[in-house]
């Protein structure tokens, strides 16, 4: 089966064709019924150069760009023969989801295809699961869905999201926690316009940040940060305070470029702090075979490194699936790959229900 997929959440303009194939009848992705993904072709345009003006993305931008954008994007897939259109129906920004979705009608009108509504971050967390090769390459990249032992936690961690999600049954999700203000990736850009950083700044941050780990084992910074929610009894982590906190320790400071990465440094550290100890949680709380991250901020080094190192030392029968870092920030590959994981297993019910917009769709819904 062949689907198209259209992913346009936010300011990334995105379409893939994937084939996905399965073997065996037990499904779902058993050992005896892998599910083979292969990509045929793929498009992105980000419009991160735009907004960086703006220290983050401004919707109505988004929106026309997405209308500038998809029918430039189409123009390559014009001749692929596919079964299905798949689309992004949220979360994210309504404006720019809707821009998408009409798109992909067009398309599947056109065209007489079923059309495929997909949740934006169950894309992240199914394309996390999935193990990729070829990663390099835009046409051929290959990828298996197998062996998944369930129950499954995932940290979701992006500019608009911040949650744990328990998987018990395929395609059937619990938020066990999640940010009660800011989002993480959030954080990191506001954090890092402090410092006077570009826009994205997580990645600037993480920049800094490995820079003073370089040139010093320890922390030496003066400035230091709180580690909010640390011990509270629940999975939900918050990061309003510890931007705040941020604000204050660099009010009337004039930081030399040392300062800047030990400044960095600390506040990647604070965060990870945070991660660490609500993932040791939840999996002692769910008792989870597969630990999984996703979503754009699954691409920081320190975080990965440090969540590896817990399940290494704490959680040693826990198997942790790392996505490939070609494609944890948003794009179409991940849309058509969950999009052909729940029509290949039979357990699809998304398949009929109306394709509407919903920017604060929630994956539990």
Request: with cysteine; aromatic share 6%; net charge negative.
């Amino acid at each position: 089966m062949r689907v198209l997929a259209i992913e346009t959440s936010c300011d990334e303009t995105g379409i893939a064709v994937v084939e996905g194939t399965c073997q065996g009848e037990a499904l779902p992705f058993g050992k005896a019924s892998p599910l083979f993904f292969r990509v045929h072709k793929n498009a992105l345009l980000s419009q991160a150069a735009l907004h960086a003006q703006y220290g983050g993305v401004y919707p109505n931008l988004a929106k026309r760009e997405h209308e500038k954008n998809l029918p430039l994007l189409f123009e390559q897939f014009r001749d692929e023969k596919v079964d299905a259109v798949a689309v992004t129906k949220g979360p994210g920004l309504e404006p720019a989801l809707w821009q998408g979705i009409v798109f992909a009608e067009k398309m599947a009108k056109e065209r007489s295809l079923p059309l495929v509504p997909v949740n934006h971050m169950e894309g992240h967390l199914i394309s996390s699961l999935v193990r990729h090769s070829n990663i390099l390459q835009n046409v051929g990249m290959s990828g298996e869905l197998r062996d998944v032992t369930l129950p499954v936690l995932a940290l979701l961690i992006s500019g608009g999201h911040t949650e744990f999600v328990l998987m018990r049954k395929w395609f059937k999700y619990e938020i066990i926690g999640e940010t009660l203000d800011d989002a993480v990736g959030e954080a990191f850009d506001k954090v890092a316009r402090m410092l006077g950083l570009s826009y994205p700044g997580g990645p600037e941050i993480s920049r800094l940040a490995e820079q003073s780990r370089k040139a010093n084992a320890e922390s030496t910074g003066s400035l230091k940060l709180p580690r909010p929610m640390l011990n509270t009894n629940t999975c939900d982590v918050s990061f309003s305070g510890l931007k705040t906190a941020a604000l204050y320790a660099l009010r009337g400071k004039d930081l030399s470029e040392d300062e800047k990465k030990d400044f960095a440094r600390e506040f990647e550290d604070a965060v990870t702090d945070v991660f660490v100890a609500k993932t040791r949680k939840a999996l002692r709380e769910t008792g989870a075979q597969t630990f999984v991250i996703g979503g754009g901020v699954a691409a920081n080094k320190f975080i990965r490194e440090s969540l590896q190192k817990l399940i290494d030392q704490d959680f040693s029968d826990v198997e942790f699936r790392l996505p490939e870092l070609s494609i944890t920030g948003d794009n179409a590959i991940m849309i058509a790959e969950a999009a052909l994981a729940r029509r290949l297993s039979g357990l699809d019910d998304n398949a009929k229900e109306e394709v509407r917009a919903v920017g604060n769709l929630s994956i539990a819904s």
